[in-house]
C-alpha cells in the first residue's frame, strides 16, 4: 500500500507564494509517479506536475510553464511550489501516487489553497 498526505494550504494573497509538499509512505518503491492534481471550484479535476521514477517531469495544461516540482533523492518527498499566485490557482490541491505494477492510484486528502485578498 501507499499513503500520501499533502501539507501547506491556506489563504494566500494575489501574488504570494506557495509551498506545497507531499510525503509518501509505505511501499515507497511501487512508486511509478509522483505528482499534483488540483480542482477549482466548479471545474474537473487536473493535473499540475508530476515527476516519475525514471525522472521525467511532467507538466498538465494547469502548470502552464507556471508550475514545476522538486523531489528528495529518496523519491518519497515531492514540493511544488510557485510565486505570483492568480485568483485562477484557487483550488483543493491533491497529492498523487501511480503504482508501477497496475497504475493504481492512490490519493491524499488535499489541502485548500484559497487566493484572496
Known amino acids: 500500500q501507499i499513503q500520501v498526505v499533502e501539507s501547506g494550504g491556506g489563504l494566500v494573497q494575489p501574488g504570494g507564494s506557495l509551498r506545497l509538499t507531499c510525503v509518501a509512505t509505505?511501499?515507497?518503491?511501487?512508486?511509478?509517479?509522483l505528482g499534483w492534481d488540483r480542482q477549482a471550484p466548479g471545474k474537473e479535476r487536473e493535473v499540475v506536475a508530476a515527476?516519475?521514477?525514471?525522472?521525467?517531469?511532467i507538466l498538465g495544461d494547469a502548470a502552464k510553464g507556471r508550475f514545476t516540482v522538486s523531489e528528495n533523492n529518496a523519491k518519497d518527498t515531492l514540493v511544488l511550489p510557485r510565486n505570483n499566485l492568480v485568483s485562477d490557482d484557487t483550488a483543493v490541491y491533491y497529492c498523487?501516487?501511480?503504482?508501477?505494477?497496475?497504475?493504481?492510484?492512490?490519493w491524499g486528502p488535499g489541502t485548500q489553497v484559497p487566493v484572496s485578498s
Open positions: 515527476r516519475t521514477r525514471d525522472g521525467r517531469t
Open positions: 509505505g511501499n515507497i518503491a511501487s512508486i511509478y509517479v
Open positions: 498523487h501516487a501511480l503504482r508501477t505494477s497496475d497504475y493504481v492510484g492512490f
